[in-house]
Every structure is written in C-alpha cells, then in structure tokens.
C-alpha cells in the first residue's frame, strides 16, 4: 500500500509569484484535504476535493485554488505569494464513506516566499 | 465556530512514566470526532488514537489512553510507559460529523522525554 505522497519537499518564492504543489493520495483513497501550518501553530484547513469537486472549505481568499484529477491527486495553487503564505502545506487523503473516515497525511511542502 | 486549546506549549516526562497532555475545545455540536496526533521531526502527522463524541467509553490504543468528559468538552491525552520515540509535537484535533469536513487542530504540545 502507498503512502500520501508530496512534491516538492521545499520550495522557495518570490512575493508575487504563482506557486503549485502536489499530492499523491494513498491506494483506494478518494478524498484529499489540503491544510497550512505556519510555523509553531497547528494546521489550518484550506479545502477538501472529493470525486474531483471542491467539498468544503476553509477561511482562505480565492488566490489559493485547487485541483483534484481522475486518479485522485490533486495540486494546490497559490497566486499573488504574499509572505504570510511561508508555512509547511499538508495534504491528506481520506477514503469518504459517509461521515466517519480516516485522514492520512503526506509529509508535506515547506514554502518559503522571500 | 468550534476551537481547540491546548494550553501547555511544553510537556516533559521521564521515560518510562506517564504524562497527560490537555485539550479543551468548545462547540455546540452532539455529534463530532476527536483526534490525537502526533507530528516528530519528520513532519508527518500520525494518528494517535480517536474518540467518537456519541462513545462513553474511553479510547486506548496500547500505551495511549484518552480521558474523554464530554460535558466539560475536555479531551486529555495519557501516554503510559514513555519512550525515546515518542517525543514530538502533539496536536489535538476536532471534526464534526455533519458539517464541512475540516479538521480543527489546536497549536500542539511539544514533549521532551528524558532519558
């Protein structure tokens, strides 16, 4: 069974600049959930893709999107970098049966906006 | 909207004794989830252990044990036996079992274990 899975591991930009990340959910998972987590806090949910459609969200502005693809990955993107947005990006996947369900987490994106 | 607090930044335990990290969160739902995790160097959350809201009886997951008091919307944390490996951050986490889907997370509890 494969893991969560993220890419880049770090990444640096530039204020301004667009920025995407990646997550690979595990085998037979069918919900990814993005989260940030600034440094020293606890993660703060972004939004959640299920069957490829946005199924909640958090309090974040419209410059964070997301994708999520046939085989379940999904990307986050970020445009207008501010440099409140540096923090370490997580992402999970959860297989959705209803209302009670697991979340397994990646190792995550360190962002860094300079 | 539902919070979470954890209000001791920093825990430390001998090994091989007990510790208990606290949790309080406040909402006004019946129906939700509660969750340990642990975060280590590495980054990735782990699942500690979870607790259903509509349960009375406590979660454990061998050395792991919860104290859940619904009515005073606490959710501590008792790790038995300590060992080398599991200092990390902790976070406690809450869900609702109807709403939205996200995760509320406190700001985590830093263990040290001492040899």
């Known amino acids: 069974e494969t893991g969560v899975t993220q890419s880049p591991t770090h990444l640096i930009k530039t204020r301004g600049q667009q920025v995407t990340l990646r997550c690979s959910s595990q085998?037979?998972?069918?919900?990814v959930s993005w989260y940030q987590q600034a440094l020293g806090q606890g993660p703060q949910f972004i939004f959640q893709y299920y069957r490829e459609e946005e199924n909640g969200r958090g309090n974040f502005p419209p410059r964070f999107s997301g994708l999520q693809f046939p085989n379940y990955s999904s990307e986050l993107n970020v445009n207008a970098l501010e440099l409140d947005d540096s923090a370490l990006y997580l992402c999970?996947?959860?297989?959705?049966?209803?209302?009670?369900?697991?979340?397994?987490f990646g190792p995550g994106t360190r962002l860094t906006v300079t | 909207a539902q919070t979470v607090t954890q209000s001791q930044p920093e825990m430390s335990v001998q090994e091989a004794e007990t510790v208990t990290l606290s949790c309080t969160y406040d909402?006004?739902?019946?129906?939700?989830?509660l969750f340990w995790y642990k975060q280590p160097p590495s980054r990735q959350m782990i699942l500690v252990i979870r607790?259903?809201?509509?349960?009375?009886q406590n979660a454990t997951e061998n050395r792991f044990s919860v104290n859940f008091q619904k009515a005073a919307k606490s959710f501590s944390l008792k790790i038995s036996d300590s060992q080398l490996g599991d200092a990390a951050m902790y976070f406690c986490?809450?869900?609702?079992?109807?709403?939205?889907?996200?995760?509320?997370f406190g700001a985590g509890t830093r263990l040290t274990v001492k040899p």
């Open positions: 909402t006004s739902e019946s129906d939700y989830y």
């Open positions: 986490a809450y869900r609702s079992a109807t709403i939205n889907n996200d995760m509320r």
């Open positions: 999970a996947s959860s297989l959705y049966r209803g209302i009670s369900y697991e979340q397994y």
């Open positions: 607790q259903e809201a509509y349960k009375q």
């Open positions: 085998s037979g998972h069918n919900t």
